[in-house]
């Protein structure tokens, strides 16, 4: 992974309706394959954790858990690229998203979701147990290279 994500165009992870990843080559001149402090320090800062990758529908964290949800974005405008995974992640997978963070704040479970800063999503988080900050997040990932900006997005919590 850390491999794809130094030697890859722009650092993106995509795959296409298949599930196969990609991202063509990109130009590594300028990157370093592995800062060997932040791995050990990564390594360490993770010894007492549990990674689990799965179908966010199918989580069951305990009290006292943290989440991080990190869904495919709603979109901002008609040509924002949403498209990372082969099938599409609705407004109706985003409200479903919503719910099962109610359901885990009503269990205890401390939750990070990040998303696109638009009226949908923060309509979604309304509740005033969820905070909403709005981040500044530069895109290096654009057809156009002077479109490359900063972008506000949302970062919600329930702590």
């Keep these: 992974m850390l491999y794809l994500n130094k030697t890859c165009f722009n650092g993106l992870w995509r795959v296409n309706k298949k599930g196969a990843f990609n991202v063509p080559i990109g130009s590594t001149s300028h990157h370093k394959l592995c800062h060997e402090e932040h791995l050990y320090a990564c390594s360490n800062a993770l010894q007492k954790a549990t990674i689990q990758q799965q179908d966010y529908t ?9 989440v991080y949800f990190d869904p ?7 040509t924002s690229f949403t498209s990372y995974v082969p099938q599409d992640f609705t407004a109706k997978d985003h409200v479903i998203l919503a719910q099962l963070c109610r359901e885990l704040h009503s269990r205890g479970v401390f939750l990070m979701i990040s998303n696109s800063n638009t009226a949908f999503i923060r309509k979604l988080y309304k509740e005033p147990y969820f905070k909403i900050a709005i981040i500044h997040v ?17 970062l919600i919590t329930n702590y």
Excluded: M, Q, W
């Excluded at 495919?72 to 008609?78: C, D, F, I, Q, V």
């Design 72 to 78: 495919p974005y709603h979109r901002t405008n008609h």
């Design 58 to 66: 199918a989580i069951e964290p305990l009290r006292g858990d943290f």
């Design 138 to 154: 530069p895109r290096n990932i654009s057809r156009n290279g002077k479109g490359r900006a900063k972008v506000e997005e949302l």
